[in-house]
């Protein structure tokens, strides 16, 4: 099945800068790849997917980009502000019905 | 609109007890997941059902059953609990297949078991 890797597994950043979180995935056949935001003791969420057929894809101080060559693809979030500290989870799924999901980078933004 | 609901939130059970967690979704998703949490290990898929009625395998599906009688309910089961099933377990549901849209999760159940 899908193995998919990510680092670092804790990241701290000053208010202000950025932050980068990387994945890499075993399958070339993924071909959706969402990230999830879990802030502490509530669900995960939702915040930008990408497919296969883009390779990068923003929304506000949120991007995602994908190397599908290399299989790893990454979440940046620029003029990290205190509301972005969570866990984040990138996922890849090669079929209709799973995603695998990375074992999660805890991300604290220090004032 | 509620979205995806989970009970109990917090259960201890003691080594060999049943219980049963309940995933109610109000959104008419065909789609419904079951997914552990434990620390460094992300979240890791029990079992899931692409319809009323139906229910299969996930990656950790042992140990654990399912059962999806109503579209808008997932039962998960531990029929002889054990302290290796100590975790978080979240429930989801998508409008698409859940590999390629959104999931929309639920709560969250933390079960210890002694």
């Known amino acids: 099945g899908e193995n998919v890797e990510q680092h670092p597994s804790t990241l701290s950043v000053q208010e202000g800068d950025s932050a980068v979180i990387k994945c890499t995935y075993s399958?070339?056949?993924?071909?959706?790849f969402p990230w999830y935001k879990q802030e502490l003791g509530k669900r995960p969420q939702l915040i930008i997917d990408?497919?296969?057929?883009?390779g990068e894809k923003k929304d506000q101080r949120i991007a995602v980009t994908l190397n599908k060559t290399a299989k790893h693809f990454s979440l940046h979030i620029t003029e990290t502000q205190p509301e972005d500290s969570a866990v984040y989870f990138c996922?890849?799924?090669?079929?209709?019905?799973?995603?695998?999901f990375g074992a999660g980078t805890t991300v604290t933004v220090r004032a | 609109n509620a979205g995806v609901t989970q009970t109990p939130k917090f259960r201890v059970l003691k080594t060999g007890q049943s219980m049963t967690l309940l995933c109610a979704q109000d959104?008419?998703?065909?789609?419904m997941y079951w997914y552990r949490q434990d620390p460094g290990m992300g979240l890791r898929l029990i079992h899931y059902s692409v319809g009323e009625g139906t229910t299969a395998k996930g990656e950790v599906p042992d140990g654990y059953n399912v059962s999806r009688l109503k579209k808008q309910n997932f039962l998960l089961g531990l029929e002889s609990a054990a302290p290796s099933q100590t975790s978080v377990y979240f429930c989801?549901?998508?409008?698409?297949?859940?590999?390629?849209?959104?999931?929309?999760f639920g709560e969250g159940s933390r079960l210890t078991v002694l």
């Open positions: 959104m008419n998703h065909e789609y």
């Open positions: 990408i497919r296969s057929n883009v």
């Open positions: 989801a549901s998508s409008l698409t297949s859940g590999g390629t849209g959104e999931l929309f």
């Open positions: 996922a890849a799924s090669t079929d209709d019905y799973k995603l695998s």
């Open positions: 399958d070339s056949a993924s071909n959706y």
